[in-house]
Nanobody
Framework: QVQLAESGGGSVEPGGSLRLSCVVS????????LSWYRQAPGKEREFVAR???????SYADSVKGRFTISRDNAKNSVNLQMNSLKPEDTAMYYC?????WGQGTQVTVSS
C-alpha cells in the first residue's frame, strides 16, 4: 500500500519561504502523478499544484509565480517550494495520489 508523508511545514512571516516535501513510501506511479492540496480552517480543501508525467505542471491561480512543484526521483519525493508567502496561504497542506492522501503538514504565515 502506498503511503504519502509530508514534511517541511512551519511558521513564517509574510514574504518568507518554506519547502514542503512529500515522500512516497514505495515505488509506484505516485511519484510521477502527484498533487498538493491545502485546507484552511473553515474552508474546503483546494487544489494547489500538480506534477504529472508527460504534462505541464499546473498551479492554482492564487499561487502561480510563487510556488514551484518538482520531483526528486533520488529521494522518491515531490517538493513544493513556496516563496513570497502570504497570510492567506495559511493552511494544512496535503499531498495526494489517487485514493491516497498524506497526513498533512501545517503552514502558518503571520507577523
Amino acid at each position: 500500500q502506498v503511503q504519502l508523508a509530508e514534511s517541511g511545514g512551519g511558521s513564517v512571516e509574510p514574504g518568507g519561504s518554506l519547502r514542503l516535501s512529500c515522500v512516497v513510501s514505495v515505488a509506484s506511479s505516485c511519484i510521477n502523478n502527484l498533487s498538493w492540496y491545502r485546507q484552511a480552517p473553515g474552508k474546503e480543501r483546494e487544489f494547489v499544484a500538480r506534477i504529472w508525467m508527460g504534462q505541464p505542471t499546473s498551479y492554482a491561480d492564487s499561487v502561480k509565480g510563487r510556488f514551484t512543484i518538482s520531483r526528486d526521483n533520488a529521494k522518491n519525493s515531490v517538493n513544493l517550494q513556496m516563496n513570497s508567502l502570504k497570510p492567506e496561504d495559511t493552511a494544512m497542506y496535503y499531498c495526494n495520489c489517487g485514493y491516497y492522501w498524506g497526513q498533512g503538514t501545517q503552514v502558518t504565515v503571520s507577523s
